[in-house]
């Protein structure tokens, strides 16, 4: 989600971040006493007004005995929000309450712990954010989703935290012009004696709010091919068709790729779509969202297709629980994107893209001096930050590192495994990857997610030509609120004959100041710290 396309678009994005902080600050219903297995959404789309109708059959399990449940819903609030008008359980009225985005719904029992309900909600209204109505660069009307983070409720009732994950299905029905594409598998297109068009989306798979939408406008629909039954098809503005193909097709492949590496694709099937979405491209689940230019601009997407077709298996599939844990999300997918560019072009261009996301960490670093793992913020946009993008993407790179090649993609393929379709924290990767690869990690976890920065290395060298030996001094001289930091560590040795360099690896140890000896023959013309870009950190190297 979310990955910035241009310092332009990127300005707009963080003015629109800066207008909707209050989406932010709502209060999800996450502690209700319901978990909810399915969500049956029917909605009603007009031309003529913006205002929604919906229906909404909620299939939910009681989690403890209670005589009352809550649902996120925004409340009606002048010319916009959603009014209620009736909740019935098996065709009888059930009394309820709407204040404050919260709908109240009081049983006329007691309901068992582990009984199942489902409840029909009706209501319409002008959506206050979430279903965004408006009109693309051609002047043609579109409704298009938007949920991150928890935006669902200002035009669905659910419980609108990732923590309560469940199956979706889309009944929409809108004027016959449109199209309409949402999660899941298309069950049925019908056109109504009204003249209006009913289109039926289903998806079977559990999913969390964040990722359940719908999209309607006027596109055109290419099928781009299927890998193992999964079809991948693109949707884009009919105007930008001969383009907007063309810059969607790679999915295809991409989707290959990451199930090859990863594990099989979570979903039935998956369409790239030209949106409004405020962000560079939006992961819905099998239906991501991307920004409207990008489907007719000269710029390359391939990066940012490949960044949301990773969520599908993190974020979507393997969701994190809690909010705090969004590098679980937002890392893997910003790592992913690069193994994708490192197995098309080569390793030089993980290393390419890994500098460039190192510098962002370090000056993030620099204002913030926050760890990954942090409180909860009360603006959940300020979670999209260098940390959770560019810093768990690194803290990857070096659990790769660490564990090696074998062990790293063994623990992410059963990480996948173990949370498909669930949730996960970061203490459940751990234990994954020291399955994975027989080591603890336990200082490594603890050193580059609940730490903040990153190390400073100052080395100095000298040769005893006598004694035939390299002396190396390494201080460590970061920020002292960083901490010190330890870390296997590669040096590499570059002989005066201009040789290929000899490559030894080292122990950094948590010491403010490491001296270590290697046997050298010959003076060497140039020593490098971690030469093949494997450790987040700054080094300098002087020689005596
Ligand atoms: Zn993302």
Known sequence: MKTLISSTFQSITLFLLCICQQAGAQHATVASPIDVQHYKFTLTLSDATNAIKGKTTIRFKFTRPATSFMLDLTSSKGTRGMLVSAVTYQKNALKFEHHNNQLKVLLPKQAAKGSTYEVDISYEGVPMDGLIISKNSYGDRTFFGDNWPNRAHHWLPVVDHPSDKATCEFIVIAPAHYKVVANGLLKKVQKLATGQLLTHWYQSILIPTKVMVIGAAKFAVQKVGKYKGVEVSSWVFEQDKQKGFKKYAPALDILKLFSQKIGAFPYEKLASVQS????????????????????????????????????????????????????????????????????????HKLVERMKSDRAKVMNYARQTKKPIMNSLPANLNS????????????????????????????????????????????????????QASGKKLDWFFKQWLYQPGQPTLRANWSYDASNQQLRLTIQQTQNIAYGLFEMPLDISIQSKQGSKPVVKRMYLKKQKEQVITFPLQQAPSAVTLDPNTWVLMKSIVTSK
């Open 276 to 347: 409004k979405t405020r962000y560079g491209g939006m992961e819905n689940a099998s239906c991501i969202f991307y920004y409207e230019a990008s489907a007719r601009n000269n710029s390359s997407i391939q990066s940012l297709i490949a960044h949301e077709i990773a969520h599908q298996w993190f974020g979507n599939s393997a969701t994190e629980k809690e909010w705090t844990h969004i590098w679980l999300s937002e890392g893997f997918a910003t790592y992913m994107a690069h193994v994708y560019n490192e197995q098309k072009y080569g390793r």
């Open 383 to 434: 979670l999209l930050d260098a940390n959770a993008y560019q810093k768990g993407s690194w803290v990857l790179h070096m659990l790769r590192y660490v564990t090696g090649d074998k062990a790293f993609w063994q623990g992410i393929r059963t990480y996948y495994k173990t949370y498909r379709g669930k949730n996960a924290e970061t203490a459940g990767l751990q234990q994954i990857m020291e």
